[in-house]
């Protein structure tokens, strides 16, 4: 959703979140995956990182990832999107991501950066006036969906829906490690600079978004954190306030959570952005500050 994509904005949102998986070869015995793995005294739990749109030319993906998910009991994403309420979440956005008393898009981004933002909507063919209305956080998002969208991306086609969809059929347990509402609020919560610089940042590379999701399935695919940490990550951590807020704030509550998990019988999948698996604050990392042992899984 932000600056991590290239790192881009773009990148992030897939947080939002990617050469087309269907065309490259299947990765190599000990090639590493975007997933790690540690364990309780009786239980094993398994963090995978996700990319949360896909086209549907991007499978298969690694096998190692079945794999862990034929050993898990329970299934844990980052929203249970299993018990979300399609009509509840989009009266939500409406309420958290609408502008009142006469305020629009124009006003929060002043003058100056309005009239570029349309000139670079034009670029990308994006009417901007239809999002006159949302708060910057929300027309980012918009802008970003409807550009993967154009380009074939496709939520259903994500690491989250695809798991989930054999969660349901093989009767697993699905839990999520936040609301709806937490992951709203959050974006809405971000300070108007904030704000404003994702959705400059995403038009500015909505162009490129196809190009971008490229290099980051490729790196996914393949466990290239060296990849991820270099751009991604880097970039991202320029703009303190989306990665404390969107990152490290949210791990840390994870890793809290995950920790809670330990103490069970269960075996466990989750599966979060990948941007929160990598660098010295992403999940793995937080764990083995506990004390714990934490290694990324190979094909």
Known sequence: MFRS??????????????FSLSIASAPAAGQPVTMWQTHGDHNQIYILGSIHLLRSSDYPIPSAIYDAYDEAEVLIME??????????TQALVMELGMLRNGETLESKLGQRDYAKAVTLADEIGIPLSMLA???PWLAAVTVETMMLTRVGFDPSNGIEMHLMRRAKSDNKDISGLETARQQIEMLDNLSAKAQNEMLMQTLAEGGQIEELLDEIIDAWRNGDIAYM???????MAESRELYRKIVVDRNKDWVRQIGALLDDDDDYLIIVGMMHLIGKDGVPQLLRNRGLQVEQVTQ
């Open 79 to 88: 929203l249970d999107m299993d018990d979300m309420d399609p009509m509840q």
């Open 229 to 235: 940490e270099e751009t991604l990550l880097a970039d």
């Open 133 to 135: 209305g949302t708060k």
């Open 5 to 18: 994509a290239g790192q881009s904005l773009s990148r992030l949102l897939i947080v939002t979140i990617v």
